[in-house]
């Protein structure tokens, strides 16, 4: 069965710096890999997914993932950030498309002005 | 509809009552998922439709829940006899194949 890991409950940047979330997985077939974010009283959306293409994988608001299959890892990557980055984001991965999609418990991304 | 439809959005009920959750998904979105998302916490998987079909009910906590879907669209949560500790937001999610989900804004559910 197929698990994700993410590292850090709550992450604290200052605005402009490297942000960096980490999410590891756990799967016996190649899996398909997901960040969703979800802002403050917002539904969850899709960040960016994997899905056996590019290992890196640009989305939406600056954010980036690289698929590293050697170390079972989909971080999230954002050069700079910005106060509007402040969400939860969560790590899902999935085997096959519209199976299971398992989520992650979650990073709190807080910026510091 | 535009987005996903999730009714009520806010529920407070006795302990004892059972309840019933209603998603309206994006037409031709032939998944179907719930998540339980308690205070704080990540993503609770309960169960995912294919169709009209569940072909995993792994997640549903015990046999007080229950899910159904008709028309391969609407689909309906129930929880019976709730306690406490089902107090929580129940989210719904459509996808499509390419896996990618849209997620309603959740029914929040209190359980006196």
């Known amino acids: 069965a197929q698990s994700v890991t993410q590292l850090g409950s709550h992450v604290s940047v200052s605005e402009g710096a490297l942000v960096l979330l980490r999410c590891n997985y756990s799967s016996s077939v190649p899996p398909y890999l997901f960040w969703y974010v979800q802002y403050p009283n917002q539904g969850l959306q899709l960040l960016l997914k994997y899905t056996s293409a590019a290992t890196l994988v640009k989305g939406i608001n600056g954010f980036e993932a690289e698929f590293k299959k050697s170390e079972t890892s989909f971080h999230l990557t954002k050069p700079s950030a910005h106060m509007s980055d402040a969400a939860e984001y969560f790590c899902?991965?999935?085997?096959?498309?519209?199976?299971?999609?398992?989520f992650g418990s979650g990073t709190r991304l807080s910026i510091r002005p | 509809g535009a987005g996903v439809s999730q009714s009520p959005s806010n529920k407070v009920t006795e302990k004892g009552k059972d309840v019933e959750l209603r998603c309206d998904p994006i037409s031709g979105h032939t998944a179907l998922y719930w998540y339980r998302q308690r205070l704080g916490q990540g993503l609770e998987f309960l169960i995912y439709f294919q169709g009209n079909s569940a072909p995993d009910k792994s997640g549903l906590p015990s046999d007080r829940f229950s899910a159904e879907r008709t028309g391969e669209s609407v689909s309906t949560l129930t929880i019976q006899r709730t306690q406490q500790e089902d107090s929580a937001v129940y989210l719904c999610a459509g996808g499509r194949s390419t896996g990618e989900l849209f997620f309603g804004e959740g029914s929040r559910l209190t359980v006196l």
């Open positions: 899902a991965v999935s085997v096959l498309s519209a199976s299971k999609i398992i």
